[in-house]
């Protein structure tokens, strides 16, 4: 019989592992696709569309241009489909794509864990610094709302999303990573360490889109629900969070902190007092029923997108050498 731990790492940890992979997947099938770009060799490899999952901000003018026109984007519409999807997971399961799915969010959680076998833990920011910090990722999300909702037109975005720049917006950002600057080198250094010294420190503090779909994540019908009757204030959840959450005060976490880690019921020592549920007196979700819904609601966005022609942009090796002139 598995241990609860030895089902958390399973099943949350199997489930980061295979996004990992995906990713680094895409990431070199994409650096091949570019070198082609360049050089006369035939094409054996074509372009992956799941590297629109770094494109956030394109897929946010998409759903813009998309709600004002009626038209999905043709340009990366992968990339608006796993914003759907990231939306989809947030509304029905907490923000459980940030410590489930999310490439960016395993290497945090990852440098947060380098930083504990270096120094034996991680730092705490003092609460009154910690909420001022935590509201920084909600002013870059007003931002970038006002800026794609408020400040563009329906045609501004379709004009935007037929740019060469969004057109090449991939390639730009390989570009980007593969010739880092000094200011680049810098910034990541710096967010790499003081990754290694607070716990999740990017998620916590700076990832707009973590907050966003922390605002889905208040209509999810199931949350951490505290059964005040067998609970023995241990205080064991509370110390276990990686979001500073203080679960053993809370009847159900509503925080749109709440990544659905389960890190907290994994440690709560009493069974069944904790759990992950919807109210009354429904089910709760095991970690293998958590990890399928994860991984099913993702792959179905993909399946019905690639069904309804909706996940490659058609774009071809030739339309994309045009647009080199662009980088
Ligand atoms: S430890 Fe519990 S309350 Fe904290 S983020 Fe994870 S699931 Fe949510
Ligand atoms: S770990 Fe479990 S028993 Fe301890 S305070 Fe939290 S809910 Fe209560």
Not at 123 to 128: D, H, L, S, T, V
Not at 157 to 175: C, G, R, T
Not at 206 to 222: D, E, H, I, K, R
Not at 238 to 261: L, Q
């Amino acid at each position: 019989m598995f241990s609860k731990l030895k089902k958390l790492l399973v099943w949350r940890h199997g489930v980061q592992f295979l996004f990992a992979m995906i990713t680094v997947y895409i990431g070199i099938e994409f650096i091949i696709f570019v070198n082609q770009l360049t050089s006369q060799s035939p094409a054996p490899f074509s372009r992956p569309a799941g590297v629109e999952a770094f494109l956030p901000l394109s897929a946010l003018v998409g759903l813009r241009a998309w709600l004002a026109t009626g038209v999905f984007d043709s340009i990366h519409p992968a990339g608006l489909i796993i914003f759907l999807a990231a939306i989809t997971v947030s509304w029905l399961l907490k923000r459980s794509f940030c410590s489930w799915i999310c490439p960016v969010g395993t290497l945090s959680e990852g440098l947060g864990k380098i930083g504990r076998m270096i120094w034996g833990r991680n730092f705490k920011i003092p609460a009154w610094l910690d909420i001022i910090l935590r509201s920084l990722k909600y002013l870059l999300l007003t931002v970038f709302l006002l800026a794609i909702f408020f400040g563009m037109s329906g045609s501004d975005a379709v004009n935007f999303l037929q740019s060469p720049y969004n057109k090449m917006s991939d390639v730009i950002m390989l570009e980007f990573m593969e010739h880092l600057s000094v200011t680049g080198i810098s910034v990541f250094s710096i967010l790499a360490l003081l990754s290694l010294l607070f716990e999740n420190f990017w998620c916590r503090y700076l990832c707009p889109y973590g907050a966003l779909l922390g605002l889905f994540s208040f209509l999810s019908p199931l949350k951490i629900t505290r059964n005040q009757n067998t609970c023995i204030q241990c205080g064991q959840c509370t110390k276990s969070c990686p979001n500073r959450i203080d679960v053993a005060k809370a009847d159900r976490v509503w925080s749109p902190e709440c990544t659905g880690c389960l890190n907290c019921v994994q440690k709560c020592p009493v069974q069944n007092t904790l759990t992950f549920k919807a109210p009354k007196n429904l089910p709760k979700l095991s970690y293998r029923a958590l990890a399928f819904g994860i991984v099913g609601i993702w792959f179905l966005w993909i399946a019905i997108a690639k069904l309804t022609g909706h996940w490659s942009n058609g774009m071809t090796l030739e339309n994309y050498k045009q647009l080199l002139f662009f980088i």
